[in-house]
């Protein structure tokens, strides 16, 4: 099935990140937490496909990240780098795959699947990246960047991050830690193995890395920054699906976090958009009562936050998400989002506890209301506590207020 045309409106141009975003992108990208946390023991798993098996491991030493196929359980959990690790692995590829990324089905060794896209490795060192609205390739002609006195080596950087290594010969084991800035602890971070090669699949700015070969230790440091830039290790071109463009690029990001409840993302639709602007959201559904909200910030999808599943059981209004972000020392911005009885409802205004009213945006049974001017979120309770809701009937008459706790 089928996105609808587009009708999130023009968005602005694409700026950088702000300060906040980007200090929790990297506190994620060098482990946040997770990683320090004591995995099981270092498992393999083969996965069988098609006349075939081929065996990934995925290994941090002691604090071991196994290789398993994707679940199927619900959760909204937050996710972490375990998350992220390879999850499936293939002999060959699809026809559709190859076609997509210019290769001969035979030409083809392996595919991996990682969460929200497949890498498929072939013949000379030729890889090829495939996401929901991206296909990119390596260039073998940039070259490879040596690792560990050349015992190893980069093979490429694909357009998600997923770092791509050929092992010393003979290697038995790989560990990858990271130093946290400003004095903090070495941790372990998550590294796969797939035949001879082995996936970083997040990466820090500078990693080192250890192989332990039948001959001993063989170790080497990774500069991100020294890498070849995109533009020269890669070719990429986007390729959309049929739809709403926000709402696959906002699942397309999602998807790469190793979540497990979008589903098929052709499915999902556009909902309630709060209005264009450097922070605005859109409600997005996939027309089976499951919602998430998407954080449009300058114009740019970032991921999408799931809503609160529970039945509607006959509200006329039903908050399933809301999010708070300090704007800066002094006031602070309020989302929330949720669905309604398209039947009954024609209106929300949200009254915030300084009995500022602002309107909420409805569309297809679902809603969405930005509140600027907050109070410091450090200094609230409840980030939506005391809040009141006020339910128009399609007659434009309040018929409900609902107050939040």
């Given at each position: 099935m089928s996105q609808p045309e587009t009708i999130v409106p023009d968005l602005p141009p694409r700026r950088p990140l702000p300060p906040d975003v980007r200090e929790r992108m990297r506190r994620r990208v060098v482990g946040g937490g997770a990683v320090r946390t004591p995995l099981a023991a270092a498992a393999a798993v083969a996965v069988l496909a098609a006349g075939g098996a081929i065996v990934a491991q995925s290994t941090q030493g002691d604090d071991t990240i196994a290789v398993a196929p994707p679940t199927t359980t619900s959760s909204t959990a937050a996710p972490s780098p375990r998350d992220v690790s390879v999850i499936a692995v293939a002999p060959r590829a699809t026809e559709d795959d190859a076609a997509r990324c210019g290769f001969a089905v035979t030409e083809v060794r392996f595919t991996i699947g990682l969460p929200g896209r497949r890498i498929l490795a072939a013949a000379n060192d030729r890889f090829c990246e495939i996401t929901h609205t991206e296909v990119s390739r390596n260039k073998p002609e940039a070259g490879t960047f040596p690792l560990a006195g050349g015992a190893a080596s980069l093979l490429w950087r694909a357009g998600t991050g997923v770092l791509i290594g050929r092992m010393p010969a003979g290697t038995s084991d790989v560990k990858l830690t990271v130093a946290l800035p400003s004095g903090g602890p070495v941790v372990s971070m998550p590294v796969s193995v797939v035949e001879d090669l082995f996936l970083i699949p997040q990466s820090a700015v500078r990693m080192s890395v250890v192989f332990t070969t039948a001959s001993g230790p063989l170790s080497g440091e990774i500069d991100i920054e020294a890498l070849p830039r995109p533009d020269v290790w890669s070719q990429s071109r986007q390729e959309w699906p049929p739809g709403d463009r926000v709402v696959a690029r906002c699942l397309d990001l999602t998807m790469r976090d190793g979540v497990d409840w979008v589903g098929d993302p052709l499915k999902w639709r556009p909902g309630a958009f709060s209005g264009a602007g450097v922070?605005?959201?859109l409600a997005i559904h996939d027309q089976a009562g499951v919602t998430a909200y998407c954080h449009v910030y300058h114009g740019e999808a970032a991921t999408a936050r799931p809503g609160d599943t529970s039945p509607q059981d006959g509200a006329l209004v039903k908050v399933r998400w809301s999010d708070g972000r300090g704007i800066d020392p002094t006031s602070a911005q309020v989302a929330l989002g949720g669905t309604v009885d398209t039947a009954k409802v024609g209106g929300l205004e949200i009254v915030d506890a300084q009995?500022?009213?602002?309107?909420?945006?409805?569309?297809?049974?679902?809603?969405?209301?930005?509140?600027?001017?907050?109070?410091?979120?450090?200094?609230?309770?409840?980030?939506?506590k005391g809040f009141q809701i006020r339910v128009l009937d399609h007659g434009n008459q309040v018929v409900e207020t609902v107050t939040l706790e």
């Open positions: 922070d605005a959201w009995g500022q009213t602002v309107p909420a945006v409805l569309v297809e049974g679902t809603f969405v209301a930005r509140l600027d001017d907050q109070p410091p979120l450090d200094a609230r309770r409840g980030l939506t």
